[in-house]
């Protein structure tokens, strides 16, 4: 593993996307709290903010990240960024094979992998203008075995896993670590439907900033992830029919 660190939180230039709430307003809370110089928050409508964004402070962009407009834009408008956060997600919660509307899983694909990639393309030269920088994907469990509840999210996660890594190996050399966070199951509105023990999104954050300033090339962020990779390892094939019998569930629950 290589020993570049990641950028250092206090000081830092952040660009966090969709940042209106959950995990995304998290980061931005966070990276607030611990000295960040500026913080820039990609929404999807600056004129629709949560109360608790706007009372961050931190600098509203407009940033639907399916938009290369908006993608040259944010670039062209946060040029000292040295951290990009790329935690905007989409969830169809509909089956991959066995779906009515097809386009759904093409949406999954569109915002988890190809939103991230466009973002690392735009912003990679911003950050190496700054001598180096750091790039935070925020992923999922479901990014390392195939998830059959999750739909098309999953293999759109695991997408992003591989995106984490290549891009790693060829922004090394301009001083940009990329550092890839397995998440579990997380107190938001995507999580609503799971009964049971669920992280604060703060949390979260903090760990995948700690993850960053580290240069860790990825991170089990809970307890959830940590569990679910030792399952992995131990019988990966146990581990994905496990997840394959979720599908056929009647509702789902971190217990257990």
């Not at 709430?21 to 913080?39: K, M, T």
């Not at 903010?49 to 408008?77: F, H």
């Not at 925020?138 to 995106?163: D, E």
């Given at each position: 593993?290589?020993?570049?660190?990641?950028?250092?939180v206090?000081?830092?230039?952040?660009?966090?996307?969709?940042?209106?709430?959950?995990?995304?307003?998290?980061?931005?809370?966070?990276?607030?709290?611990?000295?960040?110089?500026?913080v820039?928050?990609?929404?999807?409508?600056?004129?629709?903010?949560?109360?608790e964004?706007?009372?961050t402070?931190?600098?509203?962009?407009?940033?639907?990240?399916?938009s290369?407009?908006?993608?040259?834009?944010?670039?062209a408008?946060?040029?000292?960024?040295?951290?990009?956060?790329?935690?905007?997600?989409?969830?169809?919660?509909?089956?991959?094979?066995?779906?009515d509307?097809?386009?759904?899983?093409r949406r999954?694909?569109?915002v988890?992998?190809?939103?991230?990639?466009?973002?690392?393309?735009?912003f990679?030269?911003?950050?190496?203008?700054?001598?180096g920088?750091?790039?935070?994907?925020?992923?999922?469990?479901a990014?390392?075995?195939?998830?059959a509840f999750?739909?098309?999210?999953?293999?759109?996660?695991?997408?992003?896993?591989?995106?984490?890594?290549?891009a790693r190996?060829?922004?090394?050399?301009?001083?940009?670590?990329v550092?890839?966070l397995?998440?579990?199951s997380?107190?938001?509105?995507?999580?609503?439907?799971?009964?049971?023990?669920?992280?604060?999104p703060?949390?979260?954050?903090?760990?995948?900033?700690?993850?960053?300033?580290r240069?860790?090339?990825?991170?089990?962020?809970?307890?959830?992830?940590?569990?679910?990779?030792?399952?992995?390892a131990?019988?990966?094939v146990?581990?994905?029919?496990?997840?394959?019998r979720?599908?056929?569930?009647?509702?789902?629950?971190?217990?257990?």
């Amino acid at each position: 593993m290589s020993s570049l660190k990641g950028a250092r939180v206090d000081g830092a230039r952040i660009l966090v996307t969709g940042a209106n709430r959950g995990i995304g307003l998290a980061f931005v809370e966070e990276a607030v709290a611990r000295g960040a110089a500026a913080v820039y928050a990609g929404v999807r409508d600056p004129d629709d903010i949560t109360p608790e964004l706007a009372a961050t402070g931190a600098r509203i962009v407009r940033l639907e990240v399916t938009s290369a407009d908006d993608i040259a834009a944010a670039a062209a408008a946060c040029t000292d960024a040295n951290v990009v956060v790329n935690n905007a997600g989409y969830f169809g919660n509909h089956r991959l094979v066995e779906t009515d509307d097809p386009e759904v899983a093409r949406r999954e694909m569109e915002v988890n992998y190809f939103a991230p990639l466009a973002m690392t393309r735009a912003f990679a030269p911003v950050l190496a203008a700054q001598g180096g920088g750091s790039i935070v994907n925020v992923l999922s469990v479901a990014a390392i075995a195939p998830t059959a509840f999750m739909g098309g999210y999953s293999p759109s996660k695991a997408a992003a896993l591989y995106l984490g890594g290549i891009a790693r190996a060829e922004l090394e050399p301009h001083g940009i670590t990329v550092t890839s966070l397995i998440v579990g199951s997380v107190d938001t509105r995507m999580a609503a439907h799971v009964d049971g023990v669920k992280e604060r999104p703060r949390d979260i954050a903090a760990a995948g900033l700690r993850a960053m300033e580290r240069g860790e090339w990825t991170c089990d962020t809970d307890r959830m992830a940590y569990e679910s990779r030792a399952r992995m390892a131990l019988d990966p094939v146990r581990y994905e029919r496990g997840l394959g019998r979720l599908l056929h569930a009647a509702s789902l629950s971190t217990r257990g």
